[in-house]
């Protein structure tokens, strides 16, 4: 299974531009790159998912380089709601489902005022 | 997400017992999870089922049962609580249909066994 580092905890003011890198070093040519939001007392929630270069929605960007070794959410212009642990995934998700895909410790996201 | 719903969402009970867990979806899809979350650790799998006759162990699935009653539940049991399976557990989805569909989480139940 890769395994994935990511900050423990990241602290930035709203309207900013935030960046959270994960790195995945021994990620499988199968595996995709998933990033979950959990807040408090909430289940996480799918935020983005990417295989390479870069993925675009309506709530976040995806950077990863052409190594995959590494990937960068990317949250535009943050608001206090978005305070929250943010979770990398890296995993072969494709027909087999989700049992391959080991959560880390996340990244806590504090946004102040 | 009211899509996948757990019962209950707290649970206060003794070593000993025997507590069962339920989960229900209405997204029609195959795939349920099992997870358990403690502080420190993130989520950790503890079952997963990926239809009604497929059902198979996670990472830490020892002390654990499941059940899957029908392609839209799927409860965990624990046969004889202990204090060291206090935890936040947390049911999931995924649709087996197209190419690495996201897991859709409930709410959570929040278990102290004491």
């Known amino acids: 299974l890769a395994k994935t580092t990511q900050p423990i905890s990241m602290d930035s003011y709203e309207g900013q531009e935030v960046n959270i890198t994960c790195s995945h070093n021994?990620?499988?040519?199968?595996?995709?790159i998933t990033w979950y939001q959990q807040f408090p007392s909430q289940g996480p929630r799918f935020i983005i998912q990417?295989?390479?270069t870069k993925v675009t929605n309506e709530v976040a960007s995806l950077f990863i380089p052409a190594d995959r070794k590494s990937s960068t959410l990317s949250l535009p212009r943050v608001s206090l709601s978005d305070t929250a642990v943010y979770y990398c995934?890296?995993?072969?998700?494709?027909?087999?489902?989700?049992?391959?895909?080991?959560f880390g410790t996340g990244t806590k996201l504090q946004v102040i005022p | 997400d009211a899509d996948v719903t757990q019962t209950p969402r707290n649970r206060i009970t003794k070593t000993g017992k025997r507590i069962m867990l339920e989960c229900s979806q209405t997204?029609?899809?195959?795939?349920m999870y099992w997870y358990r979350q403690d502080p420190g650790l993130g989520l950790r799998l503890i079952y997963y089922?990926?239809?009604?006759?497929?059902?198979n162990k996670g990472e830490i699935s020892d002390g654990y049962s499941v059940s899957r009653q029908a392609q839209a539940k799927f409860s965990l049991s624990l046969e004889s609580a202990i204090p060291n399976q206090t935890a936040l557990y947390f049911c999931?989805?995924?649709?087996?249909?197209?190419?690495?569909?996201?897991?859709?989480f409930g709410d959570g139940t929040r278990l102290s066994i004491l």
């Open positions: 999931a989805t995924s649709d087996r249909q197209g190419d690495n569909q996201p897991q859709h």
């Open positions: 021994n990620i499988a040519t199968n595996d995709y």
């Open positions: 990417g295989y390479k």
């Open positions: 995934l890296v995993g072969d998700t494709y027909a087999g489902g989700y049992q391959k895909v080991t």
């Open positions: 997204k029609g899809h195959d795939r």
């Open positions: 089922s990926f239809d009604v006759k497929d059902i």
